[in-house]
């Protein structure tokens, strides 16, 4: 699966964010899909995923509460609405299968919140 993520930007603390990834390439509606993230001082780490026909979900702990994950398989993109975002949340932000397949990484999109 081919990814492109957009949405990201900067917001304060507390603001909202809506990423999306669309997918092109293999059938995006027989995958399950992810959201991770990556800082420089860390390695990515696993955020958000979502089955195949949206019905199992998991979070990070950090995130729960705060963070939505959502598909369209009609139009291939996965979404990660963020709200009440906080500093920590400052990353570079990538979507993939679950588990990624490693040649499948997009560029990302940052995501900074200041405080």
Known sequence: VQVTESGGGSVQ????????CVASGRLFNMYSM?????T???????????????????????VKGRFAISRDN?????????????????AVY???THPPIEGDW??????????
């Open 40 to 62: 420089p001082e860390k390695e990515r780490e696993f955020v958000a995923s979502i089955h195949s026909n949206g019905e199992t979900i998991y979070y990070r702990d950090s």
């Open 34 to 38: 992810a959201w991770f993230r990556q």
């Open 74 to 90: 009609a139009k291939n993109t996965l979404y990660l609405q963020m709200n009440n975002l906080k500093p920590e949340d400052t």
């Open 94 to 96: 990538y979507c993939n």
């Open 106 to 115: 997009g560029r990302g999109t940052q995501v900074t919140v200041s405080s």
């Open 13 to 20: 603390a507390g603001g909202s964010l809506t990423l999306s």
